[in-house]
């Protein structure tokens, strides 16, 4: 079936380089009447973090499965979604394209247009629509499930065992011009957040040895896009969500001394205003071998605050909560025996921090 009117729309990770061949390829295999057909040129941006921060196994965090490009009215009307999705390149790369082929006719769209993307729907096992009534509508239907266990949210990028992550961006085009290239650019941000707990900096302690970090309260479901709030101060929560007890993470023997990374990802939380019994927070198992030279098992409780003090903090989505445990008595008689302090993303600046 052939269309008189087709939209490119070129969604490039980081840059555009890539875009010219496959652009040719895709108007040989969908030939337009058209001389100057409209295009569409988005930059998505998965930010990098500097190579001193990079640590072992984050790539697959940006790994990309299936992309679903939606547009909408700016008043959130449903228009269409793009068929004929392609993605180039190869997991993990900075730069990625994407194109799709866009079908309705944007001349009279004068207000312009908001273009909302998803990844790894299909991966997750959820439906992304063919059509919706709205914008609210598609937010809303999309849920993902989380199980417990470290297999499923665990993101190696080695073997052939790979886990997607749920990422949602979103851009507005003031208009479409045709006989030019329309640009603008996007964030992906993903559905989860990341939490590490850390020993002295990764260095460890000669009198402590971690076994587990549990993760004690979480939630079964989430959503794929902020419903609540876009600007994501505050969690997106499924009604059908049911708080679970406890997630155990246990260490391997290098982790023993370093601490647990690049392990646990959990869905977002409300710890604000909620009961004491129903706040989200870690307990922390080792062996501590006292001032005495005693081996005992030893848990700590840390709580989502920043270095322990004032309140409690919820836990949001592509935030990276950084537990970084400073000090550990020898003393069993002491109150405080566990110090700690804790970086984590403030979802303020536009620029949000990735996980890597």
Request: charged share 20%; with cysteine; hydrophobic share 35%.
């Amino acid at each position: 079936m052939r269309y008189s009117k087709l939209t490119y729309c070129l969604l490039a990770f980081l840059c555009l380089a890539t875009t010219s061949c496959i652009q040719n390829e895709l108007i040989e295999e969908y030939p337009i009447e058209q001389e100057n057909p409209v295009q569409v040129h988005l930059t998505l941006n998965m930010p990098q973090a500097t190579s001193t921060d990079i640590q072992a196994g984050t790539a697959g965090e940006q790994y990309i499965n299936d992309v679903h490009v939606y547009v909408f009215s700016q008043n959130g009307s449903f228009i269409e979604k793009a068929s004929k999705v392609y993605i180039s390149g190869t997991d993990g790369d900075a730069t990625r394209t994407i194109i799709g082929v866009l079908e309705s006719d944007y001349q009279h769209q004068s207000n312009g247009i908001e273009i909302v993307v998803l990844t790894n729907l299909t991966a997750r096992s959820i439906t992304a629509p063919i059509s919706v009534v709205n914008k609210k509508a598609l937010y809303n239907q999309l849920e993902y499930a989380y199980t417990s266990g470290q297999g499923d949210w665990v993101f190696p990028t080695q073997g052939t065992n790979k886990k997607y992550i749920p990422m949602w961006g979103t851009c507005s085009l003031d208009a479409i011009q045709e006989k030019n290239i329309n640009q603008a650019s996007l964030s992906l941000i993903r559905a989860i957040a990341k939490v590490d707990v850390t020993l002295n900096s990764g260095t460890g302690f000669d009198h402590f040895k971690l076994k587990t970090v549990k993760v004690c309260n979480y939630n079964t479901k989430g959503y794929c896009i902020p419903v609540s709030d876009e600007t994501m101060t505050t969690p997106s929560i499924p009604q059908s969500a049911l708080m679970q007890g406890n997630i155990t993470f246990t260490a391997t023997t290098d982790e023993q001394k370093a601490g647990i990374q690049n392990k646990i990802y959990i869905p977002e939380y409300k710890n604000k205003g909620v009961s004491d019994n129903q706040v989200s927070y870690l307990e922390i198992t080792g062996e501590l071998t006292t001032s005495l030279s005693e081996t005992i098992q030893k848990t700590y409780r840390i709580d989502f605050k920043v270095n322990g003090k004032g309140d409690t903090f919820d836990i949001l989505r592509n935030n990276w909560y950084k537990f970084n445990i400073t000090s550990i008595s020898q003393d069993v008689d002491v109150e405080t025996q566990c110090s700690y302090e804790v970086e984590r993303w403030d979802y303020i600046n536009v620029d949000v921090p990735p996980f890597n």
